[in-house]
């Protein structure tokens, strides 16, 4: 297929490992298959000090201690540089976009861009379209976050987003909100970072072993459980990206390659988190995971189309089952299905870039 030039919108400049590898996976995806992919570099003030405020404290309303706030501070400083090196466009104002440069194709996503309910970037039109400079739009891997199916989506935006020439999202909700808003049943598809793994550059013996902790706000009986076993199993428990009181050691401040590594090291992964479940899928780790009604709908959705439903775990869920979880390689069917789903994934964008 002709090489074209595309630009790729999605929250590329957040403080959280998932929206900086879903985005850079997708723009080096395209880039590896010959095309001028870059970054849309949107860029706005109130978001900036919005995203930073959030990731000095994460905890909120739990007050962030100073020594951890340093830290916090750190893990900004290292997203800053990595932000730097991505392929990015030159810089447009996300409220007025008319700056921007034009492509044969911008494509949507992935995260939540269409999120209403986000505390920044809800309902903001840009990601639904308008005033983009392309001949061509398209969605990949896009999500409503939680806004939910009974929620709705209000005609304008609909509208908006029957302009796509295709649509594809990562989750079931997302799915049924465009079917039922827009008339069209977009493809499923998978996250950037399962379709284009993030390269694995693990450091021996740093992590061996561990498992890492990956979220924050774990409810209480997720921390006692996860403790409990790792007391019994003789495991220590490493908390990458955020401060959690109850595992042995704090890795607050590592940056996104760094991140990456620990994953692709660690003997398990516990999470909250959607991505902390997608790079145990692509490292082929034990993990677990607990869902809360902000991240059901993706999480849900993604451990419905491996199969790993089984992984998800509430304070039900016996300490037996902990165990198995946490000691046991994935499931044969795991590994199937995401490789049926890589085709079909591949697939959709074929059509996208033809």
């Known amino acids: 297929m002709p090489a074209q030039k595309i630009g790729v919108l999605t929250f590329h400049r957040c403080i959280n490992y998932g929206s900086y590898w879903q ?13 001028d992919a870059v970054l849309l570099d949107h860029a706005s003030p109130r978001v900036d000090r919005a995203e930073w405020r959030c990731a000095l404290a994460p905890h909120l309303p739990a007050p962030t201690a100073k020594s951890e706030r340093r830290l916090y501070r750190a893990k900004i400083d290292r997203f800053r ?37 986000h505390p920044w970037y809800g309902r903001h039109r840009l990601f639904f379209g308008e005033g983009l400079k392309a001949r061509r739009l398209a969605s990949y891997a896009a999500s409503f976050g939680n806004h939910d199916i009974q929620d709705g989506l209000d005609g304008q935006l609909a509208r908006d987003l029957d302009d796509f020439a295709h649509i594809s999202v990562r989750d079931a909700n997302s799915r049924a909100l465009v079917e039922h808003s827009v008339g069209r049943a977009p493809e499923l598809v998978l996250d950037p970072c399962l379709q284009f793994p993030p390269p694995a550059r693990a450091s021996p013996g740093e992590v061996d072993d561990a498992v890492v902790i990956y979220g924050h706000s774990f409810p209480a009986w997720f921390q006692r459980a996860i403790r409990r076993w790792a007391t019994e199993r003789g495991r220590r428990l490493v908390s990458v990206g955020y401060h959690n009181a109850w595992a042995d050691e704090q890795r607050i401040d590592v940056d996104p390659d760094s991140f990456a590594g620990l994953m692709a090291g ?9 991505h902390g479940c997608v790079f145990a899928l692509v490292n082929a780790k034990p993990f677990i995971c607990a869902t809360s009604p902000y991240r059901a709908n993706k999480i849900t959705a993604l451990a419905a189309t491996l199969g790993a439903e089984r992984h998800l775990v509430d304070e039900t869920t016996p300490p037996a089952t902990y165990h198995a979880l946490l000691e046991t390689p994935l499931e044969t069917g795991i590994h199937q299905r995401l490789s049926r789903m890589r085709t079909r994934s591949q697939r959709y964008l074929d059509a996208v870039l033809a």
Request: negative net charge.
């Open 23 to 35: 985005a850079r996976r997708l723009v080096e995806g395209l880039r590896e298959a010959g095309h």
């Open 266 to 274: 660690a003997a398990a992964v516990a999470t909250t988190f959607f």
């Open 81 to 117: 540089a990595a932000f730097a090196a991505l392929p990015l466009s030159p810089p447009f104002d996300l409220d007025d976009p008319a700056g921007m440069e034009a492509y044969d194709l911008v494509i949507v996503g992935s995260d939540e861009v269409w999120n209403l309910r």
